[in-house]
């Protein structure tokens, strides 16, 4: 037992065990509580109060809402592929799971689980394997919606996926790593410009050629998110509810649950690769600071998914389309000439 | 190699979760079949023919055009990382693969083939 | 702990590529070559290739298999529309690749080049796996590079040809 103690391998796991046990659970809380803050700010923006009858202010809301899920009868659709119908709601929540695993929530070692030297890869590994979620719930389903909502979305998903990946290129072009640790350190201190120290943190985002891709990356996980006003997969008034329009219970609220999840995986990447991570005043005194100022920024890029889900349009699907492939992906590729040739001058002159 | 054994365990983590819960729902959740519960749902229609039908061949090309582009990207990756070792050389033959690129890209647009009609 | 890792990805590996060939619903074998694409992932990682595993599922898993299901899916394509004869000579051929394959497996197990020694690691992977990659793709190995772009290039056209087929001669619109 002592020597199984010893063994650098089995204290990494029992480490990465802990947290995962943390994470999962936090997660759990902190998207229920996302789905009545979602609820609640849109009852304000459209003038109404949300929901406000379970418990003081509806708090009790998502317990009541897990509660009817877990007891509502489920329902496969004749002529489903049961397997695939199976599988679907798994591959939903996995991908976010996953990902969690290589962001730095705060200074190494309490608040990161693991440092990989190719974090940000994982990350869009990850993102590429959600398309399979919605292909194979919309198909398996045999429903006309459901196929449909299903093959707009995955079409949706990957095309807006290049510009995001592209638009993570200057930011790699600064920090010189893909680790997302490396990446934060990059972001540590103040702005250095015209020869002087500015008043300002040395994030991404005030770097100018880096400004550009935070859009692109802000647009794009709209998109990946299948949320408006990219929520052409679940147009409500076409598509019933798109992919998942045939499932029930459990395997529904795996689909939400996932989105969610995908919403807080992809915002943290955005804090970490372009808002300076778990950088703030103070975090070099007290450590923990760290992860409040990564929650901080986290909440706030949350609302703001949230903010724009209620007050924007849908767009129509050849407008998303066209935006993705003749908007999106070459102002992102130009983006990178731009910043290769500006920091090569700047290395350099 | 030992910093991916957490990514391994969260991969375990991530399938297990989602299996433990449809595997829980099925026992608790309830279950009273009919074949009018089961037909595929058409707004309270009766479901006509069946749902998998063909689609236009645009959605293919997008998927083959993705391949394309993210094997760009996948390039892009070790160039930007190793971009301050590799200096003026690796800035000009990037610029130029990015270049013989966008020029495949323009023919896109020209051919209309980024269009929905 | 590696040989056994080394171990479970390459059963599940072999598994899997099993699956693809002897499901029947296509999208299953699919589904399988996913999950094979991706324990070999998990080989490439054991091998301290970082890069090249993680690009394995984002081009592999990730993009051409979203191709294969898109294809499979939205044709329809469920059942085999060949019958008798075609399927009897794909048969045919597909036994005749199996043997030499296994001729060609057992000619290098007996010669001892499977189990060659493991090639040293460059020793200059500052930066990790991928920027090592890098500093040799584009320096040393240049050229192939941007013949790269020139087949992706290819590719692009090739797909708008086939996608859009010739144009409709003027006049003899449906």
């Known amino acids: 037992m002592a020597a199984l103690m010893q063994n650098e391998a089995f204290q990494v796991a029992l480490w990465a065990m802990v947290k995962v046990g943390i994470i999962l659970g936090v997660m759990l809380g902190v998207v229920s509580y996302l789905i009545y803050a979602e609820r609640k700010i849109c009852g304000h923006i459209q003038a109404r109060t949300g929901p406000n009858r379970v418990g003081p202010l509806g708090l009790l809301q998502p317990i009541a809402d897990v509660g009817k899920l877990l007891f509502k009868e489920e329902f496969i659709p004749a002529g489903a592929n049961k397997v695939v119908f199976h599988i679907a709601p798994i591959l939903a929540v996995f991908p976010a799971i996953v990902t969690f695993s290589v962001i730095p929530m705060g200074p190494a070692p309490m608040f990161v689980v693991t440092d990989i030297n190719v974090g940000l890869l994982l990350f869009l590994a990850m993102s590429s394997l959600g398309v399979y979620a919605i292909t194979l719930g919309g198909w398996s389903s045999n429903n006309k919606y459901a196929l449909l909502g299903g093959l707009r979305s995955s079409a949706q998903m990957i095309s807006y996926e290049l510009a995001l990946g592209l638009s993570t290129i200057p930011v790699l072009l600064r920090s010189g790593t893909l680790s997302l640790s490396g990446i934060v350190d990059s972001q540590a201190g103040n702005l250095k410009a015209f020869g002087t120290t500015l008043p300002l943190p040395n994030w991404g985002i005030f770097h100018w050629y880096l400004v550009l891709p935070f859009f692109i990356f802000l647009i794009c996980s709209f998109a990946e998110t299948n949320r408006a006003p990219f929520d052409l997969p679940e147009a409500e008034g076409e598509l019933v509810a798109g992919f998942h329009t045939e499932y029930s219970s459990m395997k529904w609220a795996l689909f939400f649950l996932g989105e969610y999840m995908n919403m807080i995986v992809i915002c943290s990447i955005m804090v970490t690769l372009y808002l300076g991570g778990w950088h703030g005043p103070g975090v070099d005194k007290f450590a923990p600071l760290g992860l409040v100022w990564f929650l901080t920024k986290l909440f706030a890029l949350l609302f703001f998914f949230i903010w724009v889900r209620w007050t924007y349009p849908r767009l129509r699907y050849d407008q998303l389309m066209g935006f993705g492939w003749k908007v999106l992906l070459p102002a992102s590729i130009v983006n990178v000439v731009i910043a290769a040739v500006w920091l090569y001058w700047r290395a350099n002159a | ?117 | 702990m590696v040989p056994y890792l080394f171990l479970g990805f390459a059963a599940l590996l072999v598994a899997t590529a099993l699956m693809v060939i002897l499901h029947r619903n296509p999208v299953t074998s699919a589904l399988f070559l996913v999950l094979s694409f991706s324990s070999l992932a998990g080989i490439y990682l054991l091998l301290q290739a970082e890069f090249i595993g993680m690009v394995q599922i984002i081009v592999y898993a990730g993009a051409s298999m979203v191709l294969f299901l898109f294809v499979i899916m939205y044709l329809n394509l469920q059942h085999d529309v060949e019958k008798g004869a075609q399927i009897a000579l794909r048969r045919g051929i597909g036994w005749m690749v199996g043997a030499l394959l296994l001729l060609f497996a057992g000619l290098l197990a007996k010669k001892g080049w499977v189990s060659g020694p493991v090639a040293a690691l460059p020793p200059d992977t500052t930066g990790g796996n991928a920027a090592a990659i890098g500093r040799v793709l584009y320096s040393r190995f240049l050229f192939p590079f941007e013949i790269t772009s020139i087949l992706l290039l290819v590719a692009m056209v090739g797909a708008i040809v086939l996608a859009k087929g010739r144009p409709a001669p003027q006049g003899e619109a449906e």
Request: charged share 15%.
């Open chain 2, 1 to 117: 190699m030992l910093a991916y054994l957490p990514v391994l365990l969260f991969v375990l983590v991530g399938l297990g979760f989602g299996a433990v819960t449809i595997g829980l729902s099925t026992i608790i959740v309830p279950r009273r079949e009919n074949a009018v519960k089961n037909s595929a749902y058409e707004c309270g229609v009766e479901p006509v023919g069946n749902a998998r039908g063909r689609f236009s061949v645009k959605f293919y090309l997008v998927a083959v055009l993705f391949i394309l582009f993210d094997i760009e990207a996948v390039f892009l990756y070790p160039w930007a990382v190793s971009f301050h070792q590799l200096g003026l050389y690796g800035l000009i033959e990037m610029v130029l693969f990015i270049l013989i690129l966008l020029a495949g890209y323009f023919y896109l647009l020209k051919k209309r083939a980024l269009e929905w009609e």
